[in-house]
């Protein structure tokens, strides 16, 4: 499956922004969809996951009450609504998604085969 990350782009503390990852060439209906990302000189970490039925989610406790993450099985697309901006959460932004992918394994980004190309978000004054 092709993904395509959006929504980022510059905001200042406090703020906030919906990043979409919308899937071509298959649907993401059975698929475990999770957002990485990945600041620079920094390796990539994990975010948020949300599995096909949006029964199972989980975030990463750095962003944990102020990001939630969504899907959108009819438009084929994955949301992370980002409120309560902080600069340490500037980063590139990647999606990734995985049929196959067992529950204790889904933080990992090795596990993934199939990746958007990124959204820069950047938190700052």
């Known amino acids: 499956v092709q993904l395509q990350a959006s929504g980022g782009g510059l905001v200042q503390p406090g703020g906030s922004l919906r990043l979409s990852c919308a899937a071509s060439?298959?649907?993401?209906?059975?698929?475990?969809v999770t957002w990485f990302r990945q600041a620079a000189g920094k390796e990539r970490e994990f975010v948020a996951t949300i599995n096909w039925n949006s029964r199972r989610t989980s975030i990463a406790d750095s962003v944990k009450g102020r990001f939630t993450i969504s899907r959108d099985n009819a438009e084929n697309t994955v949301y992370l609504q980002m409120n309560s901006l902080k600069p340490d959460d500037t980063a590139v932004y990647y999606c990734?998604?995985?049929?196959?992918?067992?529950?204790?394994?889904?933080?990992?980004?090795?596990?993934?085969?199939?990746w958007g190309q990124g959204t820069q978000v950047t938190v700052s004054s």
């Open positions: 990734a998604a995985s049929t196959t992918i067992i529950a204790s394994a889904v933080r990992s980004p090795t596990q993934y085969g199939s």
């Open positions: 060439g298959r649907t993401l209906r059975s698929h475990t």
